[in-house]
Nanobody
Framework: QLQASGGGLVQPGGSLRLSCAAS????????MGWYRQTPGNERELVAT???????NYADSVKGRFTISRDNAKNTVYLQMNSLKPEETAIYYC???????????WGKGTQVTVSS
């Protein structure tokens, strides 16, 4: 189970920090990450991070967002700075268990960027 938190309303140019903790069965999680989705659009990658710390970002967020994780807590974070109104979306946490090729998704947390 993935539990995300940290969403909310922020003004353009503001910052938010999302957190997502994995709980339940202790599978070995490799990649964790964040995706986002707006109505009528497909879910898109925001950022991912492997257990070893390798990161991948969407071009649109490079330099503004930072993904990190605490392996001991099976928790991933997304620090979002200089937010833009077009980044208003539901942000979903994702985790991959490679031994069983299982993909877990959180329920999503709403991020609204508006003045």
């Amino acid at each position: 189970q993935l539990q995300a938190s940290g969403g909310g309303l922020v003004q353009p140019g503001g910052s938010l920090r999302l957190s997502c903790a994995a709980s339940g069965r202790r599978f070995s999680i490799d990649a964790m990450g964040w995706y986002r989705q707006t109505p009528g659009n497909e879910r898109e990658l925001v950022a991912t991070i492997t257990r070893g710390g390798s990161t991948n970002y969407a071009d649109s967020v490079k330099g503004r967002f930072t993904i990190s994780r605490d392996n001991a807590k099976n928790t991933v974070y997304l620090q979002m700075n200089s937010l833009k109104p077009e980044e208003t979306a539901i942000y979903y946490c994702h985790a991959h268990v490679p031994d069983y090729d299982i993909h877990y998704w959180g329920k999503g947390t709403q991020v609204t960027v508006s003045s």
